[in-house]
C-alpha cells in the first residue's frame, strides 16, 4: 500500500467544503526525494481556483456562522477536535510527510506532535479574545471601549521544508481569531495539509468555506496575494519570494496586512569557557537537521581561538558519523535528502563555488551522497571561512556549515554580525553571564539560544529583524497579527 493511500482526494483541491478539479485540470507531478521517481500527482490551480478559493472564504467569513455566530467556546472546541484528529492518526500523517518531503521519519513524527499542540494552545485563546472598556472618570459624558476582531479572510502561503508544521502556526492562531483562511502549501509538498483537511471534512469540523486548501505553484499564489477579497497574507519562505509577495499585496487594491517569515544566516559563538560536548551536539543539530533546510539554522560558527582546534576536530568526527550512518530507510538514516532537485542543485553550487574560489578549507562532505540517486547530500563542513565569503553571507538552505576565523574578543564578532542582512536567530555557548549579556543584548535577532539551540515553542513568538522578515508568529503576539482593533466613542447624553 502506497504511503499516500489514505489521502482519498489527492488529484482535488478543497474549496467550500468540497473536493473539486481544478478549472485548468492541470497536474503536477510529485517527485520521491529518496528515489528520484514520480510518485503522485496533484492539481496545478489556477488564478481561477484561487479565486473561487478565496471567494468561498470571503462567503464563510461574511455570511456563514463561523464568526457571526458561533461562539469562541464552540471555535475553542473545534480547535480541540482538530488538536485530537492530529493525534489520532499521529501514524499516518508522519508517513506521509516524510514520504513526501523526504525527511526522517523521527523528524516528521515530532513535528506532527507539534501541530497537534500547536492547535491546542490557540484552542485557549479563542474564548479569550476581548476588548477594553476605557475609564474616562464620571464627570465626563464619553463611554469609550475597544472592540477586537478578526481580520476576515486570509491567505496563507508557506515552505516545503516544514509543510504542515507551517500552516498550522499560521491556520491555528487565525481560526482562534475567528478569521477563514485559504491555504496554498508548497507545491512539491502538500499532503499532509490535504490530509488534514480530509479529516476536518469527514469530522464535520469547521462550517463549510471556513478553511480551504488548493495547491500549485506562482500562479496560484500571486492571485491569492494580489485579490482584493483577501485580507491578510502569511508567507513563509525565501527573501526573494518574500520580496513578492509584499510587493503584489501593497500594490493590490487593499493594501493588506502581510507576515513575512524568511531567510536567515544565523550565527553561532562559542567561547573557550563553554561545555564542548553540548555545544557540539547543538550545533549539528541546529545545522543538519532536516538536512539543513531551516530558516533559523545555525550555519555560520564562530568559535574563540583557545578552543577552535579542539572543537572542529569534534565536529568533524561527528559529522562523518553522520555520513557513515547515511541510508535510504528514512526511519533509520542518520540524516535524509533535501527536498527536490532544485533544492540539490542550489546546495551543489554553493560547494562548488566555496571549493573552487578557496572561500575555506573542506573539512568534511562536499558532495552527494552516493547511495541514492534521490536527492542527498552529505552534511558538509568548511573551515576557515573569510566574513566576505559567499557562504558566509548567503542563506544555503542545506546540510553547509561554515566555521569562521578564529576570534579573540565577542566585541569583534558581535561588530560583524551587525552588518548582516539577517536578523532571524543567534545563538551563544559560554559559562560567563558576562559575555551571555553582551551577545544577547547587542546581536538583533529575533530568537536568541542560550547553551541550547533550535528549540521553538508555542509560548514564544518567533520572528526576526532586517532581512529575516517582519512580524511574528507563535506566542500571543500572534494573536495580534490576525486581529484588528475598533475603538468606539459614545456621548451618554443620548
Partial sequence: MSAFSPIKNISKLYIGGKWISSVGNKQKSLINPVTGKEHAHVCESTKE??????????????NGPWYKEWSGANRRDALLKISSLISENLETFATIEAVNTG??????????????????????????????????????KFDMKTITEPLGVCGMISSFNYPLQLITW????????????????????P??????????NENKVLPNGVFNVITGGIEAGEAIVSSPNVDKI???????????????????????????????KSPVIVMNDADLENASENILMGIFSNSGMNCCAGSKLYIQSGVYNKLVQILKHKTQAIIDGITTDIKTSTMCT??????????????????????????????????????YFEPTIFVGVGADAKIAKEEIFGPVLSIMEPFEDLDSVIQTESQSEFGLAAAIFSSSSKHINNFTRNVKAGTTWINTYNYVFPDLPFGGFKMSGIGRELGSEVMGEYTATRSVISDTNY
Fill in 170 to 189: 499560521k491556520s491555528a492562531p487565525a481560526l482562534a481569531a475567528g478569521n477563514t483562511i485559504v491555504v496554498k502549501p508548497a507545491p512539491q509538498t
Fill in 103 to 140: 525527511k526522517c521519519y523521527a523528524d516528521a513524527e515530532w513535528e506532527i506532535q507539534d501541530c497537534a499542540s500547536i492547535f491546542k494552545y490557540y484552542a485557549g485563546f479563542a474564548d479569550r479574545i476581548q476588548g477594553r472598556y476605557i475609564s474616562s472618570g464620571t464627570n465626563t
Fill in 191 to 200: 499532503l499532509s495539509v490535504l490530509y488534514l483537511v480530509q479529516l476536518i
Fill in 234 to 264: 502569511s508567507f513563509t519562505g525565501s527573501v526573494f519570494g518574500g520580496k513578492a509577495v509584499s510587493r503584489g499585496a501593497s500594490a493590490s487594491s487593499n493594501i493588506k496586512a502581510v507576515t513575512l517569515e524568511l531567510g536567515g
Fill in 49 to 62: 481556483d484561487s479565486v473561487a478559493a478565496i471567494e468561498a472564504a470571503r462567503q464563510a467569513f461574511d
Fill in 338 to 375: 533535501l527536498v527536490d532537485s532544485t533544492q540539490l542543485k542550489k546546495v551543489e553550487f554553493y560547494v562548488n563555488h566555496a571549493i573552487e574560489n578557496n572561500e575555506g578549507k573542506l573539512l568534511v562532505g562536499g558532495k552527494r551522497w552516493a547511495g541514492s540517486e534521490g536527492y
